[in-house]
Structures are given as structure tokens and as C-alpha cells.
């Protein structure tokens, strides 16, 4: 996170707010909310309370202009530049201005009113952008249909203003760091010659003609999957992923999301209803087989008969002696299984059942 | 698809107003000082490219470009 220049911040913890117009886009009463859900994701974490007021001067005043509206920015129409505030300060300071020339909106269509309007506040309460993909206070727009502070908003924040006296403050995400070396993942899939990790709501990316490691919202390619994914596996002759999240699955061809899904695991697959969710999974493409990893066991499932092979499910410590009894992803690459478990990874070898290296989890990183 | 090789002109031009508005970019209008090497451009570009976590090259890439189309927030990433 980063704070303003000069660290400049209300001096009081009441603050008062003023919508002065309306854009002709939504409802008086959809822009009313958007702004005071905006203003409560602020007040959940610090001392600050804000009050809407009708008339007269407000702290914070909140308008939607276009183009010069005679303050330092002019707007640019559509697209690009979406919305700017103020630092506190008197007068204009904290102000907010949105551009009428964009549409905005209460859903998912571009753009969201109370997505840009949580971003617009952090720099009315003193902050500046943030780094961090997943912080509300990055510079880009993007929204999935969540709006939450991340642990980096918030510390941006406190900050500034401490902490909530409400002891009960939100659980905020973090967002991974590829370099850190307690990173653990919830799944990892190969995808058109490339390997992608899977943890909470985002992917971590490789490829080999760009050495930095890409982390984005999972969403950004698959925007209905849901988030903490626990299982993720390649049919490459099929040129399809498959992702799964408790007894249901979800496939994807490149970024196109198959029909028909989710689908649930017993009767696509053969699962016994014990089996809750899927830990770990991998598809073998010269075998066809797939292996399913399920606290210590395991199952192998033919791609081409469409059914579970017989004699499982088996002990995993059997078969893949030297990996532990539990596997949170797995991926096979240049003929080689590589488990995962916490931040410990497993190089297998599948002919020989050996482990032939013990790595870290973000070894992939070159960290 | 790999980039076009030459940064398309209207490419050129965002460049320019993008570092200006975010990255406090001075115009001075100086069409030879924006070719040359060490050109504050390049620098601005670096700065923009870090702050993204993109490759930091000084050259307006396909990632870098991509970047800047993206709809944002009018407040500048670097102090004024």
C-alpha cells in the first residue's frame, strides 16, 4: 500500500459525505447505496464514521462530472480515466468525481459504481495506489461481483487511522507472493504447454519466454468458477481443463467455459457419495488415465472407457511411496509427476516410483 | 500474437499521455528528446512498468500497452 505524499488525513473520525448530483445511469436509490456500502468498507476496519448530509458543504463531496469540470483533471469521455478524488484536505480535498461519459452501473457490466466508488474513497481517507493486484486501491478497474479490502487496504489504512474499535473486523484476503516461501497451493494444472497455480482467488503463471511469474484473478479467464478451487487437471487430447471445488466440477476450453457445468463428480466419474471433494488430479495423456488423489487414496479413471478402473481405490503411500499420505495438487510434466503438499514438493518418477528431488512448492518461480 | 515490431503511431501518442497523467511526465513537447535513449520517457516507462510488475524494458511491449488500455483511476501512481 501507499500512503499520500505528506500523509495527509482527516483530523476528526466523523466525517460527513454530500451526493450533490446523479448520474442518469441507475437509480437515485442504487447510487445511494453503492456510495454508503462503499463508505461502510472504511468504517468496518478504522474509527471513522461517515454521515450523509443534503445540503451545505460535506467533507466529502461526491459528484459526477464530465469532461474539464475546472478542477486540475479533466475527463477524457469513455473508457481510460474512470474517476479521480481528492486527498483530505478543505474543500475540494476528498472529493470525488465520477465520469458521467462512462455508464455506470449496479451488476457486472462496465462499471461498477460501488467497486470504483471503494477505490475513489481510499484516496479521500489518504491513501495512494497500491501494488498489490489484489488490493481495491490498484490503479486498473476490475470486478467479479466481490467487493472487499484486502489485508493490504486495510493495512493502508490503520495506517493511517488504526484499527476498528469493533474488535470483529472482516477476514481480509492476501494476495500471493510468488517468492514467499510458506506459498502453498490449492491446485496446479498444466494448460497448452504452459503450468498454471492455483491459490485462493488467484492463478500464478508461468511461461517460458517471460521470466516474471504473472498473477491475476482467476476470474480474468474464467469469470464463473468459483474462488479456492481444490483440484485441477488437463485433458489434453480433448483440449480441455478441468476444475473442481467440493462434489461438482467445471471444464474450460482455453478461456471458453464448457455448457452444461458444473457437473457432479458421482455420476460423471463413478464416485462413491464418501468421497466429499477432490484433493489432487492429474491426466496421464499417452495413458489416458487420470489420477484422482482423495486423502490417502487414490483412484485411476479411464479417459477413453469413461469409467473408474477396477481395483480402487489404493493407498497412495503404496503406489507413490516416499510423497506423504496426502497430496494438495499435482501436475505431470516431461514425464514426471510433481506433488505438492504444504510448501514441500515431490519430483516423481513414475516408471521407477521414486522420488528423484525434493523441492520447494515455488521452485517454478526462480525466485 | 507477437507485437507489431514498430509501435503504431497512435500508440506513441497514448504512450505519451498515459506517463504524463499518471507518472507526472512533463510535456514539453520536444518531439527529439521523446527519441532519444535515456529520453524521460523511457524512464517514466520504467517507472510505469515496475510499478506493474511487467518486464522492465523502457519499450512500449505488447504487456506494457495492454496495461495502459486498461480503464483506471485518473489519480496519478507517483506523487505529484
Known amino acids: ?367 | 500474437f507477437p507485437a507489431p515490431s514498430k509501435t503504431q503511431d497512435q500508440d506513441v501518442e497514448m504512450v505519451q499521455k498515459y506517463l504524463e497523467n499518471y507518472y507526472t511526465l512533463k510535456n514539453d513537447g520536444n518531439q527529439i528528446e521523446r527519441k532519444r535513449k535515456n529520453s524521460p520517457v523511457v524512464e517514466k516507462l520504467k517507472q510505469m512498468q515496475e510499478f506493474f510488475g511487467l518486464k522492465i524494458t523502457g519499450k512500449p511491449d505488447a504487456e506494457t500497452l495492454n496495461v495502459m488500455k486498461q480503464p483506471r483511476c485518473g489519480v496519478p501512481d507517483v506523487a505529484q
Open chain 1, 1 to 367: 500500500f501507499v500512503l499520500t505524499e505528506g500523509h495527509p488525513q482527516w483530523e476528526k473520525t466523523h466525517l460527513t459525505y454530500r451526493i450533490e448530483n446523479y448520474t442518469p445511469d441507475m437509480s437515485h436509490a442504487d447510487v445511494d447505496s453503492a456510495i454508503e456500502k462503499a463508505f461502510q468498507l472504511w468504517s468496518n476496519v478504522t474509527p471513522l464514521k461517515f454521515t450523509k448530509v443534503f445540503e451545505g458543504q460535506a467533507d466529502i463531496m461526491i459528484s459526477f462530472q464530465s469532461g474539464d469540470h475546472h478542477d486540475n483533471s479533466p475527463f477524457e469521455g469513455p473508457g481510460g480515466n474512470l474517476a479521480h478524488a481528492f486527498q483530505p484536505g478543505p474543500g475540494i480535498g476528498g472529493d470525488v468525481h465520477f465520469d458521467e461519459d462512462e455508464r455506470w452501473t449496479n451488476d457486472l457490466r462496465n462499471y461498477n459504481l460501488y467497486r470504483v466508488a471503494a477505490h475513489e474513497l481510499g484516496h479521500s481517507l489518504g491513501l495512494s495506489h497500491s501494488t498489490d493486484i489484489g488490493a481495491l486501491m490498484y490503479p486498473t478497474y476490475f470486478f467479479n461481483g466481490d467487493v472487499q479490502l484486502s489485508q493490504d487496504d486495510v493495512n493502508g489504512i490503520q495506517a493511517i487511522y488504526g484499527p476498528s474499535p469493533d474488535s470483529t473486523q472482516p477476514i481480509a484476503p492476501v494476495t500471493p507472493q510468488a517468492c514467499d516461501s510458506k506459498l502453498t497451493f490449492d491446485a496446479i494444472t498444466t494448460i497448452r504447454g504452459e503450468v498454471m497455480f492455483f491459490k485462493d482467488k488467484f492463478y500464478m503463471r508461468i511461461n517460458f519466454f517471460y521470466p516474471e511469474v504473472e498473477l491475476n484473478f482467476i476470474s480474468v479467464f474464467w469469470p464463473r468458477l468459483p474462488n479456492t478451487l481444490e483440484a485441477a487437471y488437463e485433458l489434453a487430447y480433448r483440449d480441455e481443463i478441468r476444475f473442481f471445488k467440493g462434489n461438482k466440477y467445471w471444464a474450460a476450453q482455453g478461456q471458453n467455459m464448457l455448457r452444461g457445468y458444473p457437473k457432479d463428480i458421482y455420476t460423471s466419474f463413478g464416485f462413491p457419495k464418501t468421497v466429499k471433494n477432490i484433493d489432487a488430479a492429474v491426466s496421464e495423456e499417452d495413458t489416458g488415465k487420470t489420477y484422482f488423489f482423495v486423502a490417502d487414496k487414490y483412484w485411476r479413471y479411464d479417459e477413453y472407457k469413461r469409467t473408474m478402473d477396477k481395483g480402487y481405490p489404493k493407498m497412495i503411500a503404496h503406489d507413490f511411496p516416499g510423497i506423504g499420505n496426502k497430496v494438495d495438487a499435482v501436475f505431470k510434466k516431461d514425464g514426471f509427476f510433481y506433488f505438492f503438499h504444504g510448501t514441500r514438493q515431490y519430483k516423481f518418477d513414475p516408471k521407477t516410483k521414486r522420488v528423484l528431488t525434493l523441492l520447494k512448492a515455488n521452485s517454478w518461480f526462480k525466485c
